[in-house]
């Protein structure tokens, strides 16, 4: 095999479980359950998704897959969508639940491309919010021209920054902070939804919610870790 990952790793006993507030911009998306309201057999059925399209990402786009069995495919109902914070990948079961398979390719993908951009470590002093507009817009255009899988109906794309040998994430971030600076603060993005949730800022979303699940609905088996501490995890600056 191309990699080391142990076999283990395409079951879903890899999946663990982090409850607690659904917390995207101070509120929790209409109909998205917690954790401990979910059955064990609907986890199982979403996490055995989520491998089988990784595991289709080897063979179509090797590297994405690759790089996302090094991430650990993680639950989590503080979030609505996705996210990573350079170590794990995490889903709101619901939300993948809105998606078809390429859609979730698309997704996947993405938050490796997080980790890819080292995200975390080139941010430096620039603003969270803008940095990650930035990283969104690079990660999009990229696994568009790629083709790999489908961009969701969210997201923010734009053809304005489609060439990469002109459009770096620096470059991007440069260009919504002008933006920005003439119009009060806000840029084009601002209007149009991402597909995932960026951690690590200091801003809106950023926060810890109390621990009101208990991970009922565990697919662990009895040697996996098990986390119920409804905390956003914080980034290291060294996922890279």
Request: net charge negative.
């Amino acid at each position: 095999m191309p990699y080391s990952q142990p076999l283990h790793t395409f079951s879903t006993d890899e999946f663990v479980h982090m409850a607690g507030n659904t917390h995207v911009g101070g509120k929790k998306k209409d109909g998205f359950r917690k954790l401990s309201e979910i059955s064990s057999e609907e986890l199982n059925d979403v996490a055995e998704r989520i491998i089988a399209v990784r595991s289709v990402m080897l063979q179509r786009c090797a590297f994405f897959g690759i790089m996302a069995i090094g991430l650990r495919l993680t639950f989590a109902d503080w979030l609505d969508t996705a996210a990573t914070d350079g170590e794990r990948i995490y889903f709101h079961p619901d939300f993948v639940k809105t998606m078809d398979n390429r859609e979730l390719m698309f997704v996947v993908a993405h938050e490796v491309g997080h980790v890819y951009q080292m995200a975390f470590a080139r941010k430096g002093s620039r603003d969270h919010k803008l940095w990650n507009y930035a990283l969104d817009y690079v990660i999009n255009n990229m696994l568009v021209e790629a083709k790999v899988g489908k961009m969701p109906s969210i997201g923010l794309l734009d053809a304005k920054y489609s060439d990469q040998s002109v459009w770096g994430s620096e470059e991007v971030y440069d260009d919504l902070m002008e933006q920005a600076q003439k119009n009060g603060g806000k840029c084009s993005a601002d209007s149009k939804g991402t597909l995932d949730e960026h951690l690590g800022g200091d801003g809106e979303g950023e926060g810890e919610g109390e621990n009101e699940g208990d991970g009922s609905g565990d697919i662990n088996n009895a040697n996996q870790d098990y986390d119920t501490s409804g905390s956003r995890p914080k980034p290291s600056n060294s996922e890279a």
